[in-house]
C-alpha cells in the first residue's frame, strides 16, 4: 500500500457506499464528531467519484486501502 490521495478518496467513497447506515458511517470518529458523511468531506475537496466506482474498478492499490479501512472499522464481508 502506498500514498496516492486518488486511490484513498475513491476507497473511502466506496466503503461509505458499502457500508454507510442512514447515509454515512457512524464507525468513523470523524463522521461522529462533524456529524457529516465522508461524502461531504470528499465534496470539500473537489472528488468527484466516477460513475462506474466500485469496489472492482479500484487500483490494487485502492483496494488495499478498502481493506485496510474496513479493518480499522470492523466491517467484514456478508
Known sequence: MFFD???ICEAYAVMEWDWNSGGWLH???TNR???????IQ??????R???DLSYESLTE?????YDNLCQRYGFTAG
Open 61 to 65: 492499490n485502492g483496494k488495499c486501502i
Open 33 to 39: 464528531r462533524r456529524k457529516q458523511a465522508t461524502s
Open 42 to 47: 470528499l465534496s470539500r475537496m473537489q472528488f
Open 27 to 29: 464507525e468513523r470518529p
Open 49 to 51: 467519484a466516477r460513475p
Open 5 to 7: 490521495r486518488f486511490d
